[in-house]
């Protein structure tokens, strides 16, 4: 499966992404799709992979796999940054 399914969730309104996930579903027929979030926004990530489960496609979809990890970065001041990274698997049951 390619990046086609991913979300990568950043600053725009919450319900973007939760509609964002529900499209992917139902328009697009994914059988999976992928929720990344880094640093901050993988709070927001959680939140988008619960309502968009249990409020918008109840009993249609399930978590199949959640991935943590960290990755590393120059920040603008060149000095390297270690960043929380969350992957969110949703799948069609």
């Known amino acids: 499966m390619g990046d086609e399914n991913s979300l990568f969730i950043g ?3 919450f319900m973007n992404y939760v509609t964002g996930v529900v499209m992917q579903f ?3 027929g994914a059988t999976e799709v992928i929720i990344k979030a880094r640093g901050k926004f993988i709070s927001r990530a ?3 992979a619960e ?3 249990k409020r918008f496609l109840a009993g ?3 978590i199949k796999d959640i991935r943590i990890d960290s990755e590393e970065f120059k920040n603008q001041e060149g000095k390297i940054v270690r960043v929380s990274v969350i992957e969110i698997t949703l799948a069609k049951k």
Request: net charge positive; proline share 7%.
């Open 46 to 48: 959680v939140d988008v």
């Open 26 to 28: 139902t328009t697009k």
């Open 11 to 13: 600053a725009k309104p």
């Open 60 to 62: 249609a979809v399930d």
């Open 51 to 53: 309502v968009a489960r």
